[in-house]
């Protein structure tokens, strides 16, 4: 497909050609750019726009709001709504999902989203993101929770948006991962980087070292060997990153490889994982396998879970192919009792409360 100045609407064009909701997928998809235009107004005014900071609501997840969180999901409710092309909106600020009338057009879409991914680090001037996940709406009846609950191998579509130097949006249709970058001068969103891969191996990870302590035998083993690096098993050298924003993690491993993880812990024992399945994992899930990549839980494949609410929280481990493998084996070693007995470092040879 030529780079040059393919416009994103030309591309569905082109991508969606034949399928059932070829015009209509299509036009959802340039609403959702519609709605990252906006929100990307938004986020490089910054305090210039006074929508920075937080405010004295929490979301139905337990977090204290950001102003940008409820500015950013009012966008996509709001674009979205008016479209007439979803029967329904789910959300990570909205307790349940929310029907739209269905006068207001034929709704043959379910739109499920984080409006704006990793607000934690809005006030320090790092890359934020927007999550998206578009499925099959039922067709002459209004949409109930249970129509939302579809594993991630049924989305139609799925992507991101990504508000840094340079504001891209990336997403897939099914047909592989391809990369828009935002031309403020003229309003769209041009391909820039078609048919991204993820590398099948990596060098580099990124997980939250802070949790360590609370980390499942399988995650302790895997990065204790990546820290080691070429003094071990692995025979190489390993970069660690984290920026705490699943939407930058995500972005950089599309770019250069890598893997992501968020796995469970015992921090919170009644939690079986930390992300949301449905506008978090799914969708991610999605692009990085569409782009030569895994997305697992450690014991299953994240486009196979069945989901159970629509805020459903999940391990997560994501990118590069050789790299999730190797988790996921030394996940069922683990549980079969055949893994080596992982010994900490730290404690290697006295313990911190040794007399």
């Known amino acids: 497909m030529h780079q040059g100045r393919t416009t994103l609407s030309k591309f569905l064009i082109q991508q969606l050609k034949g399928t059932a909701e070829q015009s209509d997928l299509a ?90 991914d990793g ?29 939302y609950l579809r594993p991630g191998r049924h989305q139609l579509a799925a992507g991101y948006a990504i508000y840094g130097p340079s504001t891209m949006l990336v997403l897939t249709v099914g047909k592989g991962t391809h990369g828009f970058t935002l031309d403020r001068e003229v309003g769209n969103f041009i391909l820039t980087h078609p048919h991204m891969a993820v590398p099948a191996d990596t060098s580099e990870f990124a997980i939250n070292a802070s949790n360590e302590r609370f980390w499942e035998p399988p995650v302790q083993r895997y990065v204790s060997e990546c820290k080691a690096g070429s003094n071990d098993v692995r025979g190489r050298d390993f970069n660690m990153r984290w920026i705490a924003s699943m ?10 490889g890598g893997v992501f993880l968020y796995p469970r812990d015992l921090k919170d024992p009644s939690r079986a994982g930390r992300l949301r399945l449905m506008y978090e994992a799914n969708p991610m899930g999605f692009v990085v396998e569409q782009a030569g990549g895994l997305g697992s839980t450690g014991r299953a494949r994240l486009l196979d879970i069945e989901p159970d609410a629509i805020h459903q929280r999940v391990p997560v481990i994501l990118g590069s192919k050789n790299e999730v493998e190797r988790i996921e084996r030394y996940h069922r070693e683990h549980d079969s009792g055949t893994d080596k007995e992982y010994t900490s470092p730290l404690f290697h040879e006295r313990s911190l409360f040794a007399n």
């Open 27 to 116: 036009a959802l998809l340039v609403d959702i750019a519609a709605c990252v235009k906006a929100i990307s107004a938004m986020t490089a005014k910054g305090e210039l726009g006074g929508v920075l900071g937080s405010l004295d609501s929490t979301n139905v997840q337990g977090e204290t709001q950001k102003k940008l969180d409820v500015l950013s999901n009012t966008a996509f409710i709001n674009t979205l709504a008016m479209g007439g092309l979803v029967a329904g909106l789910a959300s990570e600020e909205m307790d349940d999902p929310q029907d739209i009338d269905p006068q207001e057009g034929s709704g043959r879409f379910l739109a499920i989203f984080d409006p704006l």
């Open 119 to 147: 607000s934690s680090n809005i006030d320090v001037n790092v890359s934020v993101g927007s999550i998206f996940s578009v499925l099959r709406a039922p067709q002459g009846r209004p949409a109930v929770a249970q129509d």
């Open 247 to 256: 939407v930058a993690e995500v972005h950089r491993i599309l770019m250069r």
